[in-house]
T-cell receptor, first 111, second 109 residues
Framework: NAGVTQTPKFRVLKTGQSMTLLCAQD?????MYWYRQDPGMGLRLIHY???????AKGEVPDGYNVSRLKKQNFLLGLESAAPSQTSVYFC??????????FGPGTRLTVL | KNEVEQSPQNLTAQEGEFITINCSYS?????LHWLQQHPGGGIVSLFM???GKKKHGRLIATINIQEKHSSLHITASHPRDSAVYIC???????????FGAGTRLTVKP
């Protein structure tokens, strides 16, 4: 099993550009999460999903959209990237909210 | 005020020492997680607690629901335990998560 994978690992964007981060899991988990991690602030929940076709807002959802069209994939979209969205993004999945399994992270820089 | 507070922020110990990291939270929760983030950035879930105490190898996690407090203990610490330890809580009745800022542990040989 690959566990939780994230694509891409690194990305540099210019302000205003758009992009989609892909999270994939092969553990048949219902719950999936997107977090951002910034120095000195810890992890913050952006959006999460408790099942295929459902999404919900977390602590810092503004500027991001998500979709969960397939159970194994959770996409995070930035429609118009801003420098404030420079961060490391982590995806995680869990079986009904118990132990979370994290992806390796995506380092995003917005210039 | 952060809903999840960890202490200390930084901790340096000598190999073999007993380590305690504390986590306090301000609202009702359904579960508390302890995570470990390695120097390379990878995050691993150590424990999920809703009551009492759990033990895995040299790691022990406890939670006191009434006092809204949890502790993570490491017995016989080793340099490979050097990492950032993160406390996270899941609120009652939803799946929103809040995280502490982390405790950076350095264990010297």
């Amino acid at each position: 099993n690959a566990g939780v994978t994230q694509t891409p690992k690194f990305r540099v964007l210019k302000t205003g550009q758009s992009m989609t981060l892909l999270c994939a899991q092969d553990m048949n988990h219902e719950y999936m999460y997107w977090y951002r991690q910034d120095p000195g602030m810890g992890l913050r929940l952006i959006h999460y999903s408790v099942g295929e076709g459902t999404t919900a807002k977390g602590e810092v959802p503004d500027g991001y959209n998500v979709s969960r069209l397939k159970k194994q994939n959770f996409l995070l979209g930035l429609e118009s990237a801003a420098p404030s969205q420079t961060s490391v993004y982590f995806c995680a999945s869990s079986l009904q909210g118990v132990t979370q399994y994290f992806g390796p992270g995506t380092r995003l820089t917005v210039l | 005020k952060n809903e999840v507070e960890q202490s200390p922020q930084n901790l340096t110990a000598q190999e073999g020492e007993f380590i305690t990291i504390n986590c306090s939270y301000s609202v009702g929760i359904s579960a508390l997680h302890w995570l470990q983030q390695h120097p390379g950035g990878g995050i691993v879930s150590l424990f999920m607690l809703s009551s009492g105490k759990k033990k895995h190898g040299r790691l022990i996690a406890t939670i006191n629901i009434q006092e809204k407090h949890s502790s993570l203990h490491i017995t016989a610490s080793h340099p490979r335990d050097s990492a950032v330890y993160i406390c996270a809580v899941r609120f009652n009745n939803n799946n929103d998560m809040r995280f502490g800022a982390g405790t950076r542990l350095t264990v010297k040989p």
